[in-house]
């Protein structure tokens, strides 16, 4: 599923900034944090790839299972 977003512009007298906003599921889906560097790479003109500089642990831990007793 994906999540549309638009592209928006501020352009000023001698700048512009384009901006394409992160949705908030997305953002705590990839548990970014605030500040974070990411750097985006050109795939070709329908392809724009957001990556990581530091991939972080992941907030969930794997739950070790408990081995059943041998003989059961």
Do not use: C, H
């Not at 994906?2 to 997305?26: C, D, H, M």
């Not at 974070?36 to 392809?47: F, H, L």
Request: proline share 7%; hydrophobic share 40%.
């Amino acid at each position: 599923m994906g999540y549309p977003t638009k592209v928006q512009v501020i352009k000023r007298k001698k700048s512009e900034q384009w901006f394409i906003n992160l949705p908030a599921a997305v953002a705590r889906a990839m548990e970014f944090s605030p500040s974070e560097t990411v750097e985006w790479i050109i795939v070709d003109k329908t392809q724009l790839v957001l990556r990581r500089k530091k991939t972080p642990a992941t907030a969930l831990k794997k739950k070790q299972r408990k081995k059943a007793p041998e003989g059961i």
